[in-house]
């Protein structure tokens, strides 16, 4: 009987042992190919906004997946991406910083992130979206798979309405990009439930962002002097007379490319306020 056991574990292990060898023999057959994306063949256009980054000062960086589809090799591979002209409004230079010759597939590996870096400092950005289309070329390394080296980078310093602002516009300004971007730069606060879905932690979190605003909103509307008695309390923040205006600027010293204009309203008027890119005054 144990005679019988021994032989049966035996085959067993044998059988279990040559799948092993087989597995490790088999192969990807056809020609490799560098392909956007992680786990899948394919890769979502990338929409990036730096208003949703407010921390960010002059350039961000967009790590863009790039994967093997196919056999990992022994050595480092060459990987070629090019910038598609004809689906790219982008400007080198002005909007992302030029990509390199080539990128390298480490040997032994399956991925990699490819850097895009992007800036921040063009105020056309305030007002509409700019795009990098992207493509991996075809090299001695990596075949062609178009339908899979495509993709793309959009980016902006605009912003969608969110459904909270909606939710809480009594306590805000009108939307417009450049509210959103002084208010989440006052509050410190860029993420808030989407609905109002009864968790306590949505509530905190929306009181906590306006019980900073409203003071602070409360004070612009005032007068300099009272915005200045404020910013004297939160030594961050820079108000700035200009030379050639009676206007000023509001920043934050640690982020001085952003900055909001601030000054009175109207010709004759003594109320103060902040104005949106489009000239107009943010008002509730």
């Not at 088999?26 to 990036?48: H, Q």
């Not at 850097?115 to 007002?127: E, F, H, R, S, T």
């Not at 993709?151 to 009594?170: D, H, I, M």
């Not at 050639?244 to 010293?253: A, H, P, R, V």
């Amino acid at each position: 009987m144990k005679k019988n056991i021994l032989i049966s574990l035996s085959l067993v292990l044998g059988v279990l042992l040559y799948s092993c060898q087989k597995a490790n023999e088999m192969k990807y057959i056809g020609v490799t190919n560098a392909v956007f994306g992680t786990t899948s063949d394919t890769l979502t256009p990338i929409v990036y906004s730096f208003l949703e980054h407010p921390t960010v000062k002059d350039v961000d960086t967009i790590y863009v997946p790039v994967r093997i589809q196919g056999n990992r090799a022994p050595i480092d591979r060459q990987i070629k991406i090019s910038v598609v002209k004809d689906s790219t409004t982008a400007v080198v230079g002005k909007h992302y910083e030029a990509l390199k010759d080539q990128y390298v597939m480490p040997k032994d590996s399956g991925s990699i992130k490819v850097p895009v870096i992007i800036k921040k400092g063009d105020n056309q950005l305030n007002i509409s979206t700019v795009k990098i289309g992207l493509r991996i070329e075809a090299n001695a390394s990596f075949g062609s798979n178009p339908r899979y080296q495509y993709t793309s980078v959009t980016f902006s310093n605009t912003l969608k309405k969110p459904t909270w602002w909606t939710y809480w516009e009594s306590n805000l300004p009108k939307f417009t990009t450049t509210a959103y971007s002084l208010v989440t730069k006052i509050t410190g606060r860029t993420n808030f439930s989407s609905t109002p879905d009864g968790s306590p932690l949505f509530y905190v979190s929306i009181y906590a962002m306006t019980s900073v605003w409203n003071p602070f909103f409360t004070s612009t509307s005032s007068d300099v002097q009272t915005l200045t008695t404020w910013v004297s309390n939160h030594p961050e923040w820079v108000l700035t007379k200009h030379t050639s205006d009676n206007n000023y600027d509001f920043y934050q010293s640690s982020d001085p490319s952003t900055k909001f204009r601030y000054g009175i309203v109207s010709s004759g008027s003594t109320i103060y306020g902040f104005f949106d890119e489009t000239g107009a005054v943010m008002v509730k």
